[in-house]
């Protein structure tokens, strides 16, 4: 691939990536939002909700990204969900790891040690500091690992809205080569940018992941 | 909603979801005798060979299966080289697979404790004895609940071959979308399936999981 071809098409290409970090961005947080929102929800164990739910997590985690997507922009319009192709994108990456972010927290609930809310419980906390001081801190810190670890496998994913049209990396590198028959150099571009992007987030997400267990043993740590 | 869309094409769609399932069957199979070749790779003792191993989990856990599979596409057509699109599509899922495989083995290995192979030499076992009769059979017992969750993320990626031409669960449905004009009931249908295999799947993992419970002490 020459350079020229490059400089030309870097406009679109800058674009490209800005559409790629804003749906890895927007709907990663919409996600974790819902996903956290859904974990709460269990909690209440109230018995039809919570079976609800948990169809909803297994029909998202059952399903594949791609028919979720198609459903959603295709299917969409015909019960009056009338979403350009980005909105689609965005939000159907938010509904899809919405059902992992919800298992996430789920288990960060779950990892907190029951001993700790009893001791809470005892030495006289209400029921809202206790949730707000010692099972949400705990459960927030178990959960953040496999979060970081959903986000990278969701900057992976972003490139099947190429599929539906959203104006990502991907599609923009698509129309690049089709335009200049450079197909075979594009793609190899684009494999070397992706993995150097999974690259450097799971570098970060190992440093948070160090820092957040060095915490908790200094917690374990006798005073 | 008209349901009678979904039972109308449902011959084409459980025929499509067969292919679906023979392709990530293929996939796994294929992507497991990688994986166990470069867990091989990753515990030897030479220096470049486990290097090697390190890069190509690196780089095929990290680039989109969809590049990958575009990749391997037009690689391959970049050389002369007329590959059917199937054997692509079973070769992109083969490595990508491979390379998760290869950390679940790797794991699976690591989880086996030391001191059953030291207690194994002590006892006069030779070296392939241990690997053999010690190693291996606790380490695929260990695996064969995170192989089978590999085996429904595979099964759900397999969707993106239908970008390759190739006539499985997502690409019929995608027919029969712009067949009927009825893309909701469409896709409705193809989920179910996918959700119908995964589901019957998961239950495969968590019982043989609770076997295996019983069998470790």
Known sequence: ?223 | MHLEVILHSFGYLAQAAAVTLAISLAGILLGFVIGAGACVARLSRRVWVAALAGVYVSVFRGVPLLVLLLFIYYFLAEFGLDVPALAAAIGGLALSSGAYQTEILRGALNAVPKGQAEAAVALGFTGPEIWRRILLPQALRISIPPLINEFILLLKASSLVSVVGIAELTRVSMNIATMTYRPLEAYVGAALFYLAINLVLAGCGGLAERRLAEGAR
């Open chain 1, 1 to 223: 691939m020459s350079l020229d071809v490059l400089i030309r098409y870097a406009p679109s290409l800058i674009s490209g990536f800005g559409v790629t970090v804003m749906c890895w961005g927007v709907g990663g947080a919409l996600g974790i939002a819902l996903g956290f929102v859904i974990a709460l929800l269990f909690r209440l164990r109230i018995a039809p909700l919570t079976w609800a739910l948990r169809v909803f997590v297994e029909v998202f985690r059952g399903t594949p990204f791609l028919v979720q997507l198609f459903l959603l922009y295709a299917g969409g319009p015909y019960i009056g969900l009338r979403l350009s192709a980005t909105a689609a994108g965005v939000l159907g990456l938010g509904v899809y790891s919405s059902a992992y972010f919800a298992e996430i927290f789920r288990a960060g609930f779950a990892a907190v040690p029951v001993g700790q809310i009893e001791a809470a419980m005892s030495v006289g906390m209400t029921p809202r500091d206790t949730l707000l001081r010692v099972t949400l801190p705990g459960a927030l810190i178990a959960a953040t690992p496999p979060i970081v670890n959903m986000l990278v496998v969701l900057s992976k994913e972003t490139v099947v809205l190429s599929i539906i049209t959203v104006p990502e990396l991907m599609y923009q590198m698509q129309t690049m080569a089709a335009e200049t028959f450079t197909a075979f150099d594009s793609i190899f571009a684009m494999a070397a940018f992706y993995w150097l992007l999974v690259e450097a987030t799971s570098r970060v997400g190992r440093r948070v992941e160090a820092r957040v267990t060095a915490f908790l043993q200094e917690e374990a740590k006798p005073a």
